[in-house]
């Protein structure tokens, strides 16, 4: 005979780790924050039609300090990216970001110096979505799978010992320009290379030749 027989009728037994993280899930403030035409998309999400007040989200707030999700929507040049990092500073611990679109988690069709070739070079990003630029239900479906991410944290010194795990596996998050890129982070004989050309303070020439033997610029 379970616990749930003896409480009265009405009463819903939970942990507080789940009750967190489902108030957390429920009312995501994102950032004002857009960069290029996968913005029109987020407004469009955001509008009547589809609606983003169903799942808590009905106020996209003008200040980072009242945000705890940033939605990158569009392309980042390497102009922006200062900014985009200082606004991520600002925002409400904790926060999450959302890659929007293929130029903000790759670079997209912009391979050149002028634009960052993933904006998980200048903060850590929780969920990626594709398409250019994605529809509105793309946009959701992503949205509906970070509560999911948010719901399996743990709390306390579950959660540090956690991160630590993830830290110890993959290295630390990129959070700063210059950090180690995500096509580097992952494999063990280009990680070498990367800290290697580190030492050596030639870390932006790796990348263009990494650039040039993809052939890319052809």
């Known amino acids: 005979m379970g616990i749930e027989e003896k409480v009265p009728t009405g009463v819903l037994l939970t942990s507080?780790?789940?009750?967190?993280?489902?108030?957390r899930k429920s009312s995501f403030w994102p950032a004002t924050f857009g960069l290029a035409?996968?913005?029109i998309e987020m407004m469009a999400t955001g509008a009547a039609r589809y609606?983003?007040?169903?799942?808590?989200?009905?106020?996209?707030?003008?200040?980072?300090?009242?945000?705890d999700l940033m939605i990158v929507a569009g392309r980042v040049s390497q102009?922006?990216?200062?900014?985009?990092?200082?606004?991520?500073?600002?925002?409400?611990?904790?926060n999450w970001v959302l890659s929007m679109g293929v130029?903000?988690?790759?670079?997209?069709?912009?391979?050149?110096?002028?634009?960052?070739?993933?904006?998980?070079?200048?903060?850590?990003?929780?969920?990626?979505?594709p398409g250019c630029p994605p529809r509105p239900?793309?946009?959701?479906?992503?949205?509906?799978?970070?509560?999911?991410k948010v719901m399996a944290e743990p709390l306390g010194p579950r959660g540090a010992k956690l991160h630590a795990q993830r830290?110890?596996?993959?290295g630390k998050p990129v959070v700063a320009p210059g950090a180690m890129p995500s096509s580097y982070?992952?494999?063990?004989?280009?990680?070498?290379?990367?800290?290697?050309?580190?030492a050596e303070g030639r870390e932006e020439q790796l990348r263009i030749l990494d650039w040039m033997e993809r052939g890319d610029h052809q």
């Open 79 to 94: 102009k922006m990216a200062p900014v985009l990092r200082q606004i991520y500073d600002q925002m409400v611990e904790p």
């Open 16 to 23: 507080v780790e789940k009750l967190v993280n489902w108030s």
């Open 103 to 129: 130029c903000a988690s790759s670079g997209g069709m912009f391979n050149n110096y002028a634009i960052v070739q993933g904006v998980d070079h200048i903060v850590p990003v929780d969920m990626y979505l």
């Open 185 to 198: 982070r992952f494999d063990k004989a280009k990680r070498e290379q990367w800290k290697q050309a580190v």
């Open 37 to 39: 035409c996968c913005a």
């Open 51 to 67: 609606d983003l007040a169903r799942f808590g989200m009905e106020v996209f707030r003008a200040s980072p300090r009242q945000a």
């Open 137 to 148: 239900e793309m946009l959701i479906d992503a949205i509906l799978k970070l509560h999911e």
């Open 167 to 170: 830290e110890a596996r993959h």
